[in-house]
Antibody, heavy 121, light 107 residues
Framework: EVQLVESGGGLVQPGGSLRLSCAASGFAFSRYAMSWVRQAPGKGLEWVSSITDSGGNTYSADSLKGRFTISRDNSKSTLFLQMNSLRAEDTAIYYC??????????????WGQGTLVTVSS | EIVLTQSPGTLPLSPGERATLSCRASQSVSSNYLAWYQQKPGQAPRLLIYGASSRATGIPDRFSGSGSGTDFTLTISGLEPEDFAVYFCQQYGTSPFTFGPGTKVDV
């Protein structure tokens, strides 16, 4: 059974940083692209970033302007999202999502339950 | 950026009825790379359809997807009580991979 368990969310002040993690199990993690998708409270879904199976290529939403960095550790079946210079508008549930392929195209066949990030003073 | 528009915003229906949800793109979706997801309150989204018309693993055949180019449709033929939820479309042919605002299928 595919399982994706996010952690690392919480309350952070504007301008602060957080590192999210996603522990994966139940599938060959190193063979699949992975992504982060976020959802502001009561709002729709927003793609954040994706990474290929090997980690050799990454893609991110332009709106993030380089503040977020996706990475992975295939030896530990773990996905990361380093978030810097956080703003109030980054407040959202952050979902870890498994890609259906090793790379492009990026649709998501399994999702974690999400971790809440709240940016507030 | 490809903007997706979903209609209607809310679709009031009863169990057993047919639901037809629309997703329109601001420009043609490359290779018909269009997916549909279902989300229930407090839960993560679940993949229903990919490639505009292919059902994901374990999805009942009452869910079907169609369309191409800029116009796509998700049809639920005979609503079950567990189908009342919010449905999002996503295009993944062109980065950034954008989602529509969602359609709520309501009782």
């Amino acid at each position: 059974e595919v399982q994706l368990v996010e952690s690392g969310g919480g309350l952070v002040q504007p301008g602060g940083s957080l590192r999210l993690s996603c522990a994966a199990s139940g599938f060959a993690f190193s063979r699949y692209a992975m992504s982060w998708v976020r959802q502001a409270p009561g709002k729709g879904l927003e793609w954040v970033s994706s990474i290929t199976d090997s980690g050799g290529n990454t893609y991110s939403a332009d709106s993030l302007k380089g503040r977020f960095t996706i990475s992975r550790d295939n030896s530990k079946s773990t996905l990361f999202l380093q978030m810097n210079s956080l703003r109030a508008e980054d407040t959202a549930i952050y979902y870890c999502a498994k890609g259906a392929n090793s790379g492009w195209p990026y649709f998501f066949d399994y999702w974690g339950q999400g971790t809440l990030v709240t940016v507030s003073s | 950026e490809i903007v997706l528009t979903q209609s209607p915003g809310t679709l009031p229906l009863s169990p057993g009825e047919r639901a037809t949800l629309s997703c329109r793109a601001s420009q043609s979706v490359s290779s018909n790379y269009l997916a549909w997801y279902q989300q229930k309150p407090g839960q993560a989204p679940r993949l229903l359809i990919y490639g505009a018309s292919s059902r994901a693993t374990g999805i009942p055949d009452r869910f079907s997807g169609s369309g191409s180019g800029t116009d796509f449709t998700l049809t639920i033929s005979g609503l079950e009580p567990e189908d009342f939820a919010v449905y999002f479309c996503q295009q993944y042919g062109t980065s950034p991979f954008t989602f529509g605002p969602g359609t709520k299928v309501d009782v």
